[in-house]
């Protein structure tokens, strides 16, 4: 069971990036999927969560209005859009994976209920 972050990238403040989260070996349809960002010297942080059915988003306050979470589970992928970046932006954004019934509107209160991880993707905001 594998998750796959790509995207990533060196952007200008004010740009766009979207990043995906592929998943192998499992049916994203029976995982929630949470996108995170780790900045440097700084602790992992929840930034958003796609529900299972993909119905159910939530974002952290910070980034409300400026990230978008979107899937595709016939594609088995998640994809994180960030749009007016800014340097405090940058960081490796990751994505995880939460065991949930299939086609559910739960998202996961806690990090720990994230079971799988992938390696992560590195974005860079700097002019």
């Known amino acids: 069971l594998q998750l796959a972050e790509s995207g990533g990238g060196l952007v200008q403040p004010g740009g766009s990036l979207r990043l995906s989260c592929t998943a192998s070996?499992?049916?994203?349809?029976?995982?929630?999927i949470g996108w995170f960002r780790q900045a440097p010297g700084k602790e992992r942080k929840e930034m958003g969560c796609?529900?299972?059915?993909?119905?159910?988003?939530q974002y952290d306050d910070a980034v409300k209005g400026r990230f978008t979470i979107s899937r595709d589970n016939a594609e088995n992928t998640v994809y994180l859009q960030i749009d007016s970046l800014r340097p405090e932006d940058t960081a490796v954004y990751y994505c995880?994976?939460?065991?949930?019934?299939?086609?559910?509107?739960?998202?996961?209160?806690?990090?720990?209920?994230?079971?799988?991880w992938g390696q992560g993707t590195q974005v860079i905001v700097s002019s």
């Open positions: 070996g499992f049916s994203s349809d029976y995982y929630a």
């Open positions: 796609s529900s299972s059915s993909g119905v159910n988003v």
């Open positions: 995880a994976a939460a065991p949930a019934i299939r086609n559910s509107d739960w998202c996961p209160d806690y990090e720990p209920n994230y079971e799988f």
